[in-house]
């Protein structure tokens, strides 16, 4: 069974405390994120705002590859005792 997963994007603009709500972040870590320019959104004179294309950039910035551990083989060498 595939299950796709289906995002929806709200239209317009939204302001940092929405855009946060959206992405289920902390509104501070967002600011943060904004202040240093790592997070793309849209700048109105002060006013900071984020549309569709900017939520998915960050979305897609958060991706991580699956990892897995494998552990290392156990040597059949013994030290000196």
Known sequence: ??????????????DIPAAA?????PEGWLRKKVS???????????HV???ADDLAAIVAD???PV????QPARSRL???A
């Open 36 to 46: 240093a320019g790592d997070v793309q959104c849209t700048r109105l004179g002060k």
């Open 67 to 70: 990892w897995h551990y494998e």
């Open 49 to 51: 705002r984020f549309d």
């Open 21 to 25: 709500e959206w992405l289920n972040v």
């Open 62 to 64: 958060g991706k991580q």
């Open 1 to 14: 069974m595939n299950r796709e997963s289906v995002t929806v994007y709200p239209d317009g603009l939204l």
């Open 78 to 80: 013994r030290a000196p």
